[in-house]
């Protein structure tokens, strides 16, 4: 059931901020500098319609639309953080993206950079913080060719492959935490409609005397 809603619901918000079917499964056939590009992009375009799905407003969309994603005080993440959108690990993951992101991007020099010369650059600190963001709740280990090997080991090994399932991680909970949001709203609506059939102008039941 898990591997079959999966897929739908990241088609789903897909579909819903615009992007092409399988885009984010095609993901991992794009060299590494536009794997980063486009998972950012992603990502962000799905925060900012959690933003607008949270808010009940197309009318801020705009506004979302133009906020820095990952700036903690004034930007996208900042309103995911007041609002309890996103747990504080999915954060920290929106974060790291965003850094890997900033330093392939503002200097031509790095269109050719892999995620595994990014990793090779990171002091001591960096890679345990890089590899903190993207191990969210996956520590345990993984079997391969009959040995168990730590899940660390794969993903400092593979950081395109981790980063990518944390971002699968990320999507189907940006996608959860919007659909709370629209089942909240349609059980109000259902709610407020019930209400006026089985009650007069006054409030009370119809049929009964005061």
């Known amino acids: 059931m898990v591997e079959d809603s999966l ?57 979302y639309t133009l906020l820095e994603l990952s700036d903690s005080r004034k930007g996208k993440l900042a309103f995911v953080r007041g609002l309890d959108l996103l747990s504080d690990k999915h954060r920290r993951l929106i974060r790291t993206l965003s850094e890997i992101r900033n330093s392939l991007v503002h200097d031509i020099k790095n269109i050719g950079t892999t995620l595994d010369d990014y990793v090779a650059q990171l002091n001591r600190q960096q ?42 991680d990320l999507l189907a909970s940006i996608y959860m935490a919007k659909e709370g949001f629209k089942m909240r709203r349609d059980y109000l609506t259902l709610t407020e409609k019930f209400a006026k059939t089985i009650l007069g102008k006054d409030g009370e039941f119809l049929g009964m005397k005061k």
């Open 7 to 63: 897929p739908k619901a990241i088609m789903e918000l897909e579909k819903a901020v615009g992007a092409k079917p399988g885009f984010f499964y095609g993901l991992m056939r794009e060299d590494d500098w536009s794997f980063v590009i486009k998972i950012h992009a992603l990502v962000e375009a799905a925060v900012t319609h959690l933003l607008i799905v949270a808010s009940g407003t197309e009318k801020l969309g705009d506004v």
């Open 127 to 168: 890679h345990q913080n890089f590899i903190e963001a993207i191990l969210l709740d996956f520590d345990s280990p993984i079997e391969i060719g009959g040995r168990n090997i730590p899940i660390r080991q794969v993903l400092a090994e593979n950081p395109k492959f981790g980063i990518w399932m944390a971002g699968m």
